[in-house]
C-alpha cells in the first residue's frame, strides 16, 4: 500500500515556475514508478510525466516537454515536478499516482494523491 500527498500548488503569474511535491509513504515507495497527471474543466485526467523506480527514466508528454521537470528524492520518499514558463493552459488540478507498471494511461496507476490546484494567471 502506498500513500501519496501533493503539494505545492498555486496561482502564478504566466511565464512563472512552481514546484510540485509528491511524498510517499512505505518502506517500498522506491520500487514504484511515479507519474504527474492533471486534470482540467472535465472528467478525463491528462499524463503529464513520469518516471522510473530504478534508472529514474524520465518521460513526458508533448504539452510540457521542455518546460517541466520530473525527478525524485528516494532519501526523502518524494517526486517532484518542477514546472518553468507556466501558461494558462496549464491551470488545472494536479496529482501523483504510483505503480508497479510503466504506462502514461490512469488504468496503469492504482495509487493516487488528493490533487492540488495549479492556476496560472494570463
Known amino acids: 500500500q502506498v500513500q501519496l500527498v501533493e503539494s505545492g500548488g498555486g496561482l502564478v503569474q504566466a511565464g512563472g515556475s512552481l514546484r510540485l511535491s509528491c511524498a510517499g509513504s512505505?518502506?517500498?515507495?522506491?520500487?514504484?514508478?511515479m507519474a504527474w497527471f492533471r486534470q482540467a474543466l472535465g472528467p478525463e485526467r491528462e499524463f503529464v510525466s513520469r518516471i522510473s523506480p530504478s534508472r529514474g527514466t524520465t518521460y513526458y508528454a508533448d504539452s510540457v516537454k521542455g518546460r517541466f521537470t520530473i525527478s525524485r528524492d528516494y532519501a526523502k520518499n518524494t517526486v517532484y515536478l518542477q514546472m518553468n514558463s507556466l501558461k494558462p493552459e496549464d491551470t488545472a488540478v494536479y496529482y501523483c499516482?504510483?505503480?508497479?507498471?510503466?504506462?502514461?494511461?490512469?488504468?496503469?496507476?492504482?495509487?493516487w494523491g488528493q490533487g492540488t490546484q495549479v492556476t496560472v494567471s494570463s
Open positions: 512505505g518502506r517500498t515507495f522506491s520500487t514504484y514508478g
Open positions: 499516482a504510483a505503480s508497479r507498471a510503466v504506462g502514461t494511461t490512469t488504468a496503469s496507476y492504482p495509487y
